[in-house]
């Protein structure tokens, strides 16, 4: 499972514009929630929920804010190992994650249209590329199952995102998302079809012993 995915929520955003400390720089700060858990979301093929406790062992080492999973725009701001010198900060709470970014508004001119922009609601929601490295699966049998994202592996990046749907429009996610229910369908499969040849195997070993007997 270690294909890269994206998932998006719809937020509100607090903004505060303050002053860096140094006189030298204005710092629009920017607060969110990149990550919920235990929300249903409902992903076309199949509703999906991020299990509390899914980032107890993920590499938050090395996470950038974007724009709209822009990988090849500089970072809005950076969290490295989270360390007091970073321009963004992660924090794991109760519910998910929470983030709070620095943007330096006065000499980074997408910072400053991308704060203003979410100081004026025009961008309300947040999105994260991730892994997964583990999940579990309900009611397979069913039209609609029920994924339950239970580790997540990496977080490479957190994203403002303008259209804070959940990925439904994206083909090349749907795609990976139907692929994803196969497989467990699949391995539901294979499962059952081991345990009744098992199955098959021990009553036809009992019937010969009872034979021999």
Known sequence: MSDKVTRAYQFGFEVERRDAG??????????????????????????????AGALD??????????????????????????????????????DGMEMRADLDIERNSTAAESYSAV?????DGMSFMFTIDADEWEDLESD??????????????????????????????AARDRAALESARAALES?????????RATKRAEILEMLNF
């Open 119 to 123: 100081d004026r609601g025009d961008i």
């Open 144 to 173: 609609h199952p029920t994924r339950r994202i239970t580790r997540i592996g990496k977080v490479f990046e957190t994203s403002l995102v303008t259209w804070p749907a959940y990925q439904q429009t994206s083909v090349e996610t």
């Open 22 to 51: 140094d006189g030298d720089r204005a710092v629009g700060r920017i607060t969110g929630k990149p990550i919920v858990f235990e929300r249903r979301t409902n992903l076309g093929p199949f509703d999906e929920i991020i299990s």
């Open 191 to 199: 499962a059952r079809a081991t345990a009744e040849a098992e199955a």
């Open 57 to 94: 062992e993920t590499d938050l080492r090395d996470v950038a804010l974007l724009v709209n999973h822009n990988t090849d725009m500089v970072p809005l701001a950076r969290s490295r190992n989270n360390n007091e010198n970073s321009t963004m900060q992660l924090t794991v709470v109760e």
